[in-house]
């Protein structure tokens, strides 16, 4: 009886073709926005959570407390209020996974014949594990090299390009503001990072080399940060309350004085970033939605519409022994397809339109099979909650003041 209805429903909007086209149109524009929308928005998280991968996990920042120069408060990690010995002391601390000092500023490299500038970071062992980095060939400096401030160094992928090309730069000898380094490894590649820095222009040096030999510093083994990784994520408290406790009593400031040294939480700051980024695909998703409200109220429309233009039809079914709860079912049907068959055109345009917004505007998207179980599921509602009215109002039909409608 069902399948009997349903041919009857799809036979009645065939029979008006274009106001079934632009009933469903609504539909169609509504699913395929949805779609669309939650795709760039699934895109955006995802391209946050990958940055927040590639920058470490668990991690906090120290950074030196800020200098004065003539009255000019020159800004944090300007001062040399922070030492190899205080990273040391910091790796020590039960709640702490890995620690690596830095020092860092921009040179000129050069290669043979090509040359490029970039940053350089002069840093520890330690600074692959904190930024959970891997090589992608040779091998990363270790103590000895730090001990001995050896002129060897890591490079980036975007390094190698620039200065190697397709040559394996391991093993080769660049200059770093003149002078000759050894390229030990190559660092896989990371990508952006949260800010939209290329990760991957970056060389890295034993903290010694950088220290003595390339930037100097006013006082033997100053840094300006120290990168320091949690051993877990609900560790992450008592990790910052024992760096900080630390570095009160090495550097001999009392309660109630102000530290010479300022920590933040980068990984809640990424979190933060990461939640914005949920808020703004669930409005996104909410906006687009209002075209399915409007889809619908389109579809109510013209159930409303065909129940007037059949009213006699309606009077002859009820006469001959259709119950009400067959003409209700029957319109039901009919508006139920109008928005199946709208969802089902949306959602091949939100595929189309997200694939042009793509390659258009260079954002990431990812249409989630989420997404489109989503949009049925919403236009096969709409087809019921908006179509209810209109089918209902067709049952309740008296048969006598139907047969007499002109």
Do not use: C
């Not at 008592?238 to 933040?264: C, K, N, W, Y």
């Amino acid at each position: 009886m069902i399948g009997a209805m349903l041919a009857e429903a799809l036979q009645a909007l065939a029979s008006n073709r274009m106001r079934t086209f632009l009933t469903t149109l609504g539909m169609v524009i509504g699913v395929a926005a949805v779609i669309v929308m939650l795709a760039v928005g699934s895109g955006v998280q995802q391209s946050i959570r990958d940055s927040i991968e590639s920058m470490g996990s668990n991690l906090f920042i120290v950074l030196a407390g800020s200098a004065s120069s003539g009255g000019v408060r020159l800004g944090g990690g300007n001062a040399s209020t922070l030492t190899l010995a205080d990273a040391e002391a910091i790796g020590e601390q039960p709640s702490v996974r890995a620690v690596a000092p830095l020092a860092f500023g921009n040179a000129q490299l050069v290669y043979g014949s090509y040359n490029w500038g970039t940053q350089i970071y002069g840093t520890t062992q330690g600074y692959l594990d904190v930024r959970n980095w891997s090589l992608l060939s040779g091998t990363m400096f270790g103590d000895s090299d730090v001990r001995s401030a050896g002129r060897v160094a890591v490079i980036g992928t975007t390094v190698a390009a620039q200065l190697f090309g397709l040559e394996d730069p391991v093993g080769k000898t660049i200059r770093i503001n003149g002078g000759p380094y050894t390229v030990l490894g190559l660092l896989s590649s990371k990508g952006q990072s949260f800010d939209g820095r290329d990760q991957d222009d970056t060389v890295l040096i034993p903290i010694t080399t950088a220290q003595r030999k390339l930037f100097g510093s006013r006082f033997r083994g100053s840094l300006r940060m120290i990168m320091v990784q949690s051993a877990s994520e609900a560790a992450m408290p008592q990790t910052e309350l024992e760096v900080t406790s630390l570095l009160m009593e090495r550097h001999r400031i009392g309660a109630g004085q102000e530290p010479d040294f300022s920590m933040s939480n980068l990984t809640a700051v990424a979190e933060t970033a990461a939640a914005t980024a949920r808020i703004m695909s669930l409005l996104l998703g909410a906006i687009a939605s209002i075209s399915l409200i409007v889809g619908g109220i389109g579809i109510m429309n013209i159930m409303l519409v065909s129940v007037t233009e059949r009213t006699r039809e309606i009077g002859i079914r009820v006469a001959i022994g259709a119950r009400p709860q067959d003409v209700l079912l029957q319109f039901l049907l009919e508006s139920v397809a109008l928005a199946l068959l709208g969802g089902l055109i949306g959602v091949l345009l939100g595929f189309v339109g997200s694939e042009l917004v793509r390659r258009i505007a260079d954002i990431p998207v990812i249409v989630s099979s989420g997404s489109v179980v989503l949009a049925f599921a919403v236009s096969a509602s709409v087809g019921v909650f908006f179509g209810w009215y209109p089918a209902r109002k067709a049952a309740r039909l008296e048969p006598i003041e139907a047969l007499r409608y002109h």
